[in-house]
């Protein structure tokens, strides 16, 4: 993906993304079963995580449109380390990465919906620039 540039014309690094907001991440994660696309803010205090879940609740429709499909929105997620998070994600099930025979699905998964995301971001950013 390194050839790919930004909506914006700019040289990204897609596996460590940089939002330019402190504690929101958008992350690429595979495994034996299944591969996820997510957006996720990590800050410690609930309620900055609650404003931060209302001002993304704003542009659902821009990002719902951008992606082209409904991702799964949840304000109080639960991360492995027992933190909580706001995570909107989609995941594609039966899927490994470690079978070669399903990389070819895994790439065509995560791909579009990075490059999506950072179309969406290059016009949503400046209205979460409050949490930066």
């Known amino acids: 993906m390194s050839p790919q540039l ?3 014309g700019l040289k990204v690094n897609w596996i460590n993304y ?3 907001i402190r504690n929101l991440f958008f992350k690429m994660d595979t495994d034996n079963r299944s591969a996820t696309i997510m957006v996720e803010f ?3 205090d609930a309620e900055i995580r609650e404003l931060f ?5 704003q542009f659902k429709r821009l990002f719902t449109d951008q992606m082209q499909e ?3 929105w949840q304000p109080d997620h639960m991360d492995i380390y027992s933190k909580y ?5 989609y995941t594609l099930h039966k899927a490994s990465i ?3 025979d399903d990389w070819p699905a895994l790439i065509s998964f995560l791909k579009p919906r990075i490059i999506a995301l950072d179309e ?3 016009t949503a950013q400046y209205s979460f620039e409050i949490f930066k």
């Open 53 to 57: 879940y209302e001002q993304f609740l």
């Open 42 to 44: 990590a800050h410690p």
């Open 6 to 8: 930004s909506a914006d």
């Open 18 to 20: 940089k939002t330019g």
């Open 98 to 100: 470690f079978n070669r």
């Open 120 to 122: 969406f971001w290059s």
């Open 85 to 89: 998070t706001v995570r909107i994600s």
């Open 70 to 72: 409904e991702w799964d």
